[in-house]
């Protein structure tokens, strides 16, 4: 039977975790706001379960609290950010922060990052963009060790998922896509095997390179990789996992790590915000973003779908669902989260 | 048997086409680069085959050629281009050379257009940002009249195929994508139409919503509608197209033409520009992207797959061999070139 918490104990629980791992109370608000709101808007796997790896983590040393991060290099249009390894939420957070004001005052604005940890939920920090006012679009890739998915027509891992997201203004919650570039996570192929559950089609590549359904034939006898999102068209989800590459440290300044080196990050994130005047269009955009939803959703339904939902729109439905009704969270994950808590000597 | 021509021999045959269709010297030359180029690189749809269709839209006065292209509206890092109807090949490249100028100053700059019309390749402008140092990102959408797309989960058309396309330096070749958003284009259809062939599976649907695999179902007894790319998630092809779609036209000033008016454009035209300096690289990201293209293209081939080509690799080999041995132009497409000469008294 899974517990089952409202949204501000939990968030407390969790900000009173970061705060004896050592996180400043704004650090400790930050992660512990992001992580909630991903549990909220339906994205578990980057909410409430992370909340004891993120400890774990502090504990190993890999995630550095209360580390002072620094713009490194700026412009009026952009921003090179050194995380210094603190929680990867509170740099994200800081650089779509710096993004919105640059964009205010200069229009357009990208930020990229150094040495940033995990940083969770990509939409979160164009959602932020987009309730600002701005057109904002972000990607973020991760280090080597992250690179499940392999470059279409290969067989070894040479991407991770690679998510991009965009988000704009409207009248109503934001459009908000935050999508991988991949066919599957590799989260999803390991709680399919702990079910005994079969992985979908053309999702997954064994180490030989031939298609498989069978969960264990990811991981054994060695590790197969995931199949960027396309299908026979995969060449279109891996150029834009290969954008997403480019993106996170390529342009932004950090080559591929060499084999057997320590990864200089473990998320690259790149964020963009662009001011609508620039368009002319101070205040009409809403009013246009409200005449496409309408028009975009005014399409007849599909035999047996359930109608058109703008990107985004159901899970600012899941949330306000959870806002109500509360956020279930497994007894496994729980029992996680009682565990990583001794580590910082605090009972729950 | 299809004829085959120099590419020089081609392109002077529509240079003085369109110059005698009424287009300055540096008009008819641009759009026949930009034509023969598209041929070259194999997209033949936005090839040879656009020549007789371009003279015909001069002659219904729907090209508007020499017309003065202007910038309405600018900052230091946008321009609002008005093409007034000009060829929009000539608008896109404008636009583009802006935006490359506008980068080296100001590190980031953005382009959208006005009036625009069809500008063919949208591969060839982020190529020509990335040959000259720069990322390159583009998009471009439709006026309602191409809207065969259908949102996920609808059944009407709601947005073009809305192609996005980037292109980064490397050491040889750019990195470029050039990819719709949607499962296949219009013209496809009628070609295995034609052809007495059946459509891809999943690709289209009829006019009541239902999959077919008949390309007549597509037009009869209504017209039915093609899929966002990714099939069962192709939520996430719809996304694109939706961002596509706000950069091309919604974002940039210009909401969705009310049922029944003029079309203010046939396509709307984004083209982004980022300077690698802004990320400490002035020097380093043809090295960056070195590292990255030989780790990504190191990845043993997956079983039948020749392994792994970089977004626009192929095109460049394609280009190589049609530059040897020359384009063939197929008799139909002959036959339709020199009819629409006919209309300009030039006798071929």
Known sequence: MPMKF???????IAKNLFLSAGASGQEAEIVAEEIVEASLMGLDSHGIMRISQYLEQVNEGLIKP??????????SVSAI???????????????????????NKSNIAVAVSRHCNHMGRLGSYTQRVAEAGLFGFAAVNSSRHGHFVA????????????????????GGNPILLDTSTSMISEGKIRVLMHQGKELPDNCVLTYDGRPTNKPEEFYNPKKGTILPFGGEMGYKGFGLGLLVEVLGSTLSGIPVTPDGEKDEYINGFFIMAINPKIFGIENELI????????????ARPAKDSKGVFMPGELDFMTKAERLKNGIEVADETWKQ???????FNVAL
Chains 1, 2 share one sequence.
Not at 6 to 12: L, M, T
Not at 68 to 73: C, E, T, V
Not at 82 to 101: L, Q, Y
């Open 6 to 12: 409202k949204v501000e104990e939990i968030k407390k």
């Open 66 to 75: 209360d580390r002072a991060i620094n713009i490194i290099f700026e412009t």
């Open 81 to 103: 950010v050194d995380c210094d390894w603190n929680f990867g939420m509170v740099c994200a957070r800081k650089m779509t922060d710096i993004v919105i004001e640059k964009a």
């Open 151 to 170: 470059p279409f027509g290969g067989a070894d891992g040479r991407l991770a998922t690679n998510p991009l997201s965009y988000a704009v203004p409207t």
């Open 287 to 298: 009013e246009n973003m409200e005449i496409l939803k309408e028009y975009v959703k005014s």
């Open 337 to 343: 989260i009682v565990n990583a808590a001794k580590l």
